[in-house]
């Protein structure tokens, strides 16, 4: 027997507009995840601008990771130019790109997420849950750095408005608010059962210094695979992870030399061995569903981390590090852990201190082949099994949420030939 | 005691008393602008105007009637309230980058409740004299752009970059110009880049402001 099926729909509880195709005839299947949202074109509205200006335009790729861009273009930027960092000023950062990680995966699980495996009436319970804990933390974003989102507390190199220990301290205080829920979700995601699914390319990325999810200040960018070590440069990084043009959709996917890889909260644990719960060790390794065990796992965490992170900041003299204005030229590469995976910002600057090239490569666009394989894969299994195209069509949704893309981030230039 | 009905609801006040008393004791509100209770109740500014037994009339100054009818809120009133405060901005010299008002302001207190769109994010910011962020050099947008943000970029250090749009006045455009950024600026070379962040579209006369062709 075999039978057809085929699946068009446009994923909802995602980020962003996408299509996701599947086709399982006879023994085999084929899916692709597009998006035809329009252009987006970040790369090229960066060129000609001062340097200065770029992390703020940079944040506004996305609303949802702005601290990420913000801080990808900061860290490039001032390898470009020069510029050095305070010790204690990289951490700041580092912790608000946490808080935005923290508060993306709780956001993620309980208000996208959960609704696959709970149902309607455990939906709501989640998502009362999932924004309580929202609310504290973009409240303690909001005190390091003065907006929500779009931070505008510091620039290249330096602390605009000054940072002391009692903005340290309600930070923390406001992370300790939203702990109990946090830990709330992040145990209810570790309990639920996930499909059954075998990871048809286990090749992940990650940044690999232990016990950081960021790198503090600016390079050298090693990254772990299931091969070894591999050290990310401004030379060597398109060939690494390799950007290719698919005509159906007008966002870019990635190959990590020459193969599908899968970056996020999955791909960190498994990088750092850390913060994984013995009850998922296995599946984490081996099913893509399990990145939602991941974002729970690392939620968590970072939650605690961040606490003691910020006690131990507001407990002694900030090292903020004197600003200088760099000198201008040069390149620079920006690479970050940020909610979705890895993100790399690359520019290049001219003498007068203006942007000549801009380059970002986003998480979605590096997870996009290994989620089609995934879908695929889930598909002819499923359909072997003699499920209905509907029923695949739901299972093989949740699996593109697991992955949590974000289609604003991933389309940023649709030029033909580049 | 007279009795009045304000928006329907009655109440009684003292033979005498202005309807923007029997207003306040029907516990609603209109807004008000040159009025300064027992000082000064000439009725220039035309920005608490309210029907009273159909008429419009500015409340501060109007006496009440027994069986009076006054209405506070509806679309026509908003209206004329609207131009009121419109003509008062178009004559004001709006200079909020050197003004001791700040937040204190009535004017963008009024502006903000009645929706006029008149005063730049200055008004609503803390920094002043050489704490300006335009006097440490930095193009900062706030003296053109519209308030109603509470001023957060600036409060954190970060100059403005104009997200809420330009005031649409010329007067302030070109206040702002000439007292404000060439004072501080070496060029207007970094304001001009600064504008093309976030306002596609230039006004030719805010171009020519900004000396970058028409």
């Given at each position: 027997m075999s039978?057809?099926?085929?699946?068009s729909?446009?994923?909802s509880?995602?980020?962003?507009?996408?299509?996701?195709e599947?086709?399982v005839?006879?023994?085999?299947a084929r899916?692709t995840?597009?998006?035809?949202?329009?252009?987006?074109?970040?790369e090229?509205?960066?060129?000609?601008?001062?340097?200065s200006?770029?992390?703020y335009?940079?944040?506004?790729i996305?609303g949802?990771?702005?601290?990420?861009?913000?801080?990808a273009?900061s860290?490039?930027l001032?390898?470009?130019?020069?510029?050095?960092?305070?010790?204690?000023l990289a951490?700041?950062?580092d912790v608000?790109n946490?808080?935005q990680l923290?508060?993306?995966?709780?956001?993620?699980?309980g208000?996208l997420?959960?609704p696959?495996y709970?149902?309607?009436?455990g939906?709501?319970e989640?998502?009362?849950?999932?924004l309580?804990?929202?609310?504290?933390?973009?409240?303690?974003?909001n005190?390091?750095?003065g907006?929500?989102?779009?931070?505008v507390g510091y620039?290249?190199?330096?602390?605009?408005?000054?940072?002391?220990?009692?903005?340290?301290?309600?930070?923390?205080?406001?992370?300790?608010?939203?702990?109990?829920y946090?830990?709330k979700?992040?145990?209810a995601t570790?309990?639920l059962?996930?499909?059954?699914?075998?990871?048809?390319?286990p090749?992940?990325v990650?940044?690999?210094?232990?016990n950081a999810?960021?790198?503090?200040?600016?390079?050298?960018y090693y990254?772990?695979?299931p091969?070894g070590?591999?050290?990310?440069?401004?030379?060597?990084y398109?060939?690494?992870?390799?950007e290719?043009?698919?005509?159906?959709s007008s966002?870019?996917?990635?190959l990590?030399?020459g193969?599908?890889?899968?970056?996020?909260a999955?791909a960190?644990?498994l990088?750092?061995?850390?913060?994984?719960?013995a009850k998922?060790?296995?599946s984490?390794?081996?099913?893509?569903?399990?990145?939602?065990?991941?974002?729970?796992?690392?939620?968590?965490?970072?939650v605690?981390?961040?606490?003691?992170?910020?006690?131990?900041?507001s407990s002694r003299?900030l090292?903020?590090?004197s600003?200088n204005?760099?000198?201008?030229?040069?390149?620079?590469?920006g690479?970050?852990?940020?909610?979705r995976?890895?993100?790399?910002?690359?520019y290049?600057?001219?003498a007068?201190?203006?942007i000549k090239?801009a380059?970002?490569?986003?998480?979605?666009?590096?997870?996009t082949?290994?989620?089609?394989?995934?879908?695929a894969?889930?598909?002819r299994?499923?359909?072997s099994r003699?499920?209905s195209?509907?029923e695949?069509?739901?299972?093989v949704?949740?699996?593109?949420?697991a992955?949590d893309?974000?289609?604003?981030?991933?389309?940023?230039v649709?030029?033909r030939?580049? | 005691?007279?009795?009045?009905?304000?928006?329907?609801v009655e109440?009684d006040?003292?033979?005498?008393?202005?309807?923007?008393?029997?207003?306040a004791k029907?516990e609603?509100?209109?807004?008000?602008?040159?009025?300064?209770g027992g000082?000064f109740?000439?009725a220039t500014?035309r920005?608490?105007?309210?029907?009273?037994g159909?008429?419009?009339v500015?409340?501060c100054?109007?006496?009440?009637s027994e069986?009076?009818?006054v209405?506070?809120?509806?679309?026509e009133?908003?209206?004329l309230?609207r131009?009121?405060?419109?003509?008062?901005?178009?004559?004001h010299?709006?200079?909020?980058?050197?003004?001791?008002?700040?937040s204190s302001c009535?004017l963008?207190g009024v502006?903000?409740?009645l929706?006029?769109?008149?005063?730049?994010v200055c008004s609503e910011?803390p920094l002043?004299g050489s704490?300006?962020?335009?006097?440490?050099?930095?193009?900062?947008?706030g003296?053109l752009t519209?308030a109603?943000?509470?001023a957060?970029?600036?409060r954190?250090?970060?100059?403005?970059?104009?997200?809420?749009?330009?005031v649409?006045s010329e007067?302030?455009?070109?206040?702002?110009v000439?007292n404000?950024?060439?004072?501080?600026?070496?060029?207007?070379?970094?304001?001009r880049?600064?504008?093309e962040?976030?306002?596609?579209?230039?006004?030719?006369?805010?171009r020519?402001y900004l000396g970058g062709?028409?």
């Amino acid at each position: 027997m075999s039978s057809v099926i085929r699946i068009s729909r446009e994923v909802s509880r995602v980020a962003g507009e996408s299509t996701l195709e599947v086709v399982v005839e006879g023994g085999s299947a084929r899916a692709t995840y597009s998006s035809t949202l329009s252009l987006r074109n970040f790369e090229r509205l960066v060129k000609g601008r001062r340097c200065s200006e770029v992390p703020y335009i940079a944040s506004r790729i996305c609303g949802v990771c702005s601290h990420a861009h913000f801080w990808a273009s900061s860290l490039a930027l001032e390898q470009a130019l020069g510029i050095e960092v305070g010790e204690d000023l990289a951490t700041i950062r580092d912790v608000c790109n946490r808080l935005q990680l923290i508060q993306n995966h709780v956001v993620h699980l309980g208000l996208l997420v959960l609704p696959d495996y709970v149902g309607r009436e455990g939906f709501e319970e989640y998502a009362r849950v999932a924004l309580a804990a929202n609310s504290p933390l973009l409240k303690a974003l909001n005190t390091l750095c003065g907006r929500l989102t779009n931070p505008v507390g510091y620039s290249l190199g330096k602390l605009l408005a000054p940072i002391e220990a009692r903005h340290l301290k309600t930070a923390a205080n406001y992370l300790r608010e939203a702990r109990s829920y946090v830990a709330k979700l992040s145990k209810a995601t570790l309990e639920l059962e996930l499909p059954e699914l075998e990871d048809p390319a286990p090749n992940y990325v990650a940044l690999s210094q232990v016990n950081a999810i960021t790198v503090p200040a600016g390079g050298p960018y090693y990254l772990t695979t299931p091969r070894g070590t591999v050290e990310l440069t401004e030379a060597n990084y398109r060939s690494v992870i390799q950007e290719v043009h698919v005509e159906y959709s007008s966002s870019r996917k990635c190959l990590l030399m020459g193969e599908p890889f899968f970056v996020g909260a999955r791909a960190r644990l498994l990088a750092t061995q850390s913060d994984i719960p013995a009850k998922v060790s296995k599946s984490l390794s081996t099913n893509p569903f399990s990145n939602i065990y991941a974002q729970a796992a690392e939620a968590l965490a970072t939650v605690d981390w961040a606490i003691e992170t910020l006690e131990e900041l507001s407990s002694r003299q900030l090292r903020l590090g004197s600003s200088n204005p760099g000198v201008p030229g040069g390149s620079g590469l920006g690479v970050v852990e940020v909610p979705r995976g890895l993100l790399v910002h690359y520019y290049r600057v001219n003498a007068d201190a203006r942007i000549k090239e801009a380059d970002i490569v986003t998480p979605t666009v590096m997870n996009t082949y290994h989620m089609e394989l995934s879908a695929a894969t889930l598909a002819r299994s499923l359909a072997s099994r003699g499920l209905s195209e509907g029923e695949v069509g739901k299972y093989v949704e949740a699996l593109v949420r697991a992955y949590d893309p974000c289609i604003p981030c991933a389309v940023h230039v649709i030029i033909r030939g580049e | 005691m007279v009795r009045v009905y304000v928006d329907g609801v009655e109440v009684d006040v003292p033979k005498g008393s202005t309807v923007l008393e029997a207003v306040a004791k029907a516990e609603r509100e209109v807004p008000t602008l040159c009025y300064l209770g027992g000082v000064f109740s000439e009725a220039t500014c035309r920005v608490c105007v309210v029907k009273a037994g159909g008429r419009v009339v500015p409340a501060c100054a109007y006496p009440v009637s027994e069986g009076l009818k006054v209405v506070t809120e509806d679309e026509e009133l908003a209206r004329l309230r609207r131009i009121s405060l419109e003509l008062i901005l178009a004559s004001h010299r709006v200079s909020c980058w050197n003004c001791f008002a700040k937040s204190s302001c009535r004017l963008l207190g009024v502006a903000r409740r009645l929706g006029v769109e008149g005063l730049p994010v200055c008004s609503e910011c803390p920094l002043y004299g050489s704490s300006c962020l335009v006097a440490r050099g930095e193009p900062c947008l706030g003296a053109l752009t519209v308030a109603g943000c509470g001023a957060t970029c600036p409060r954190s250090g970060s100059p403005c970059v104009g997200c809420r749009g330009y005031v649409s006045s010329e007067r302030v455009w070109g206040e702002a110009v000439a007292n404000h950024y060439r004072r501080y600026l070496k060029s207007l070379e970094d304001l001009r880049t600064a504008v093309e962040f976030f306002w596609t579209y230039l006004p030719p006369n805010l171009r020519r402001y900004l000396g970058g062709g028409p």
